[in-house]
């Protein structure tokens, strides 16, 4: 088989002798057939040219890239891989932000012993000065190789749902308590009105997600209510969205002095529908008709989840724009978070609801929150086996 530095000198000849044309024709056939940038191909045709100029061999020249020592020891790195596992399989650079929570919670449950499978606080050390790209670098192969379903098991970003703050600032206060409610796949064509529902709540400020499934036959506002009352902390206003029966949601509100809009009181508001959900679709299809999924086992995976989005996966809000070097304009993001860290350093629970939340994030078990997922997810497989 050849391999990318052979192909390189292979072509190294003919690419110093040929024009600027059909150098530009190599470096296109050697970027597909290898994945260089064309930066790098031309970098490595010229090497290989002064290697042979030289009358040099390519396997007489070491490999500077695989006789580099790791930065990190193999522990380091099997734990990383087992942190990430338990983390629900997040990318590099939530990972980075979440290690100490997830790391704590696996030590304070048992699952990470000094002593135990080389684990040690160098290792520890070692795991919290990982980067968020060398977590992505050792984790490819682990990402390529796996072959689990990770739409419900993993990092939730699906759940979520993302709002502009910008498009908000007129109606919220700089500070958590305003959710989007949004009523998920509510189908209003399909027959006898059958089939479970879904409601999702969101904070706009800190990610802090709310999820309930109900029956076609119970109240919504009811449904609101009690999901509302599930929130550790004051909603003071509502981003409805043109399902719900906002009249009545609105009576609600009123009475409990939470501020309600519909969500076209944002700019482009109506696009909420479109944005990315699968998490929360893929379940609502399965618990949607499915005689063999109860609302209690819908319920109880959401709560798993969002334990585990609310208190070990963090999130980011856009600050600002920049421009690039080139003049294009980017957005500019805040260090990623936690909800319950951003729910925390807000300050706006009084020292007795701080220390209630702060002892039910010591008591969460993030390696049996995953668990407990894993297992609901094997039994919906079989759901939709037999329901299929």
């Known amino acids: 088989m050849t391999t990318a530095i052979q192909m390189a000198r292979k072509y190294a000849q003919a690419y110093g002798t040929s024009s600027r044309k059909d150098k530009g024709r190599l470096l296109d056939t050697i970027t597909v057939a290898t994945g260089w940038s064309r930066d790098h191909a031309r970098h490595q045709l010229r090497q290989q040219l002064a290697l042979m100029a030289d009358g040099v061999s390519p396997d007489s020249v070491p490999d500077r890239r695989r006789s580099k020592p790791k930065k990190f020891s193999l522990t380091a790195r099997k734990t990383l891989q087992y942190v990430w596992e338990q983390a629900g399989q997040p990318c590099g650079k939530y990972l980075e932000a979440a290690m100490p929570e997830c790391v704590a919670s696996l030590e304070a449950h048992g699952h990470l012993q000094p002593g135990r499978d080389g684990y040690s606080d160098e290792v520890r050390n070692e795991l919290f000065q990982i980067s968020a790209a060398t977590i992505d670098r050792y984790l490819s192969s682990e990402k390529s190789d796996t072959t689990e379903d990770i739409l419900l098991s993993g990092s939730g970003t699906g759940l979520r749902t993302s709002v502009s703050l910008h498009a908000t600032k007129h109606l919220a206060e700089p500070e958590p308590g305003y959710f989007v409610a949004e009523y998920i796949d509510p189908d209003q064509e399909e027959e006898n009105g059958a089939g479970r529902r879904t409601l999702t709540l969101t904070d706009i400020r800190i990610g802090w997600v709310r999820t309930v499934s109900f029956e076609p036959d119970a109240d919504p506002v009811s449904v609101l209510a009690e999901a509302v009352a599930a929130i550790p902390y004051i909603v003071t206003g509502l981003l409805v969205s043109p399902e719900l029966p906002l009249d009545e949601i609105e009576a609600w509100g009123a009475e409990r002095m939470v501020e309600v809009h519909p969500i076209s009181a944002i700019n482009h508001g109506i696009r909420m529908a479109e944005r990315k959900r699968k998490t929360v679709d893929t379940l609502q299809s399965v618990i949607k008709n499915n005689p063999h999924v109860d609302v209690d086992l819908a319920n109880d995976i959401w709560d798993a989840l969002g334990d585990r989005l609310n208190f ?77």
């Open 312 to 388: 070990f996966m963090p999130v980011k809000n856009p600050v600002g724009w920049r421009r690039t070097p080139s003049g294009v304009r980017r957005r500019v993001y805040d260090d990623p978070m936690t909800p319950i860290k951003r729910l925390l350093g807000s300050r706006i629970l009084c020292p007795a609801q701080t220390q209630e939340m702060e002892d039910y994030a010591a008591s969460l078990d993030i390696a049996e929150l995953t668990t407990r997922i894993k297992n609901i997810k094997s039994f919906l497989d079989i759901a939709i086996h037999e329901g299929s």
